[in-house]
């Protein structure tokens, strides 16, 4: 399953850090199943920010016209 930041445009990996209009993130974990996913993420909006902890759904689709017929899970922003 690729993941793919909605804001960016970018592929995001396991362990990978990416930057979005929310901030910098780092995805921990995705929870799989077949119709949909789930990801953990560190999140922190500024320097001033603490780190937090976030679960968030993601979007998982099948005929997304660049990936078709392909899973494609996308991070909403």
């Known amino acids: 399953m690729k993941i793919i ?5 970018n592929e995001v990996k396991v362990g990978g ?9 780092q995805l ?4 799989e199943h077949f119709f949909s996913a789930s990801a ?3 999140s922190q ?12 759904p ?7 016209p660049s990936f078709f017929g392909r899973k494609v899970a996308f991070i909403p922003s």
């Open 5 to 9: 930041d909605v804001n960016s445009g």
């Open 17 to 25: 850090t990416f930057y979005n209009v929310n901030g910098y993130h």
């Open 28 to 31: 921990l974990s995705v929870e």
């Open 40 to 42: 953990m993420f560190v």
């Open 45 to 56: 909006l500024t320097a001033r920010h603490a780190p937090e902890l976030v679960n968030v």
């Open 58 to 64: 993601l979007q998982v689709r099948f005929t997304h």
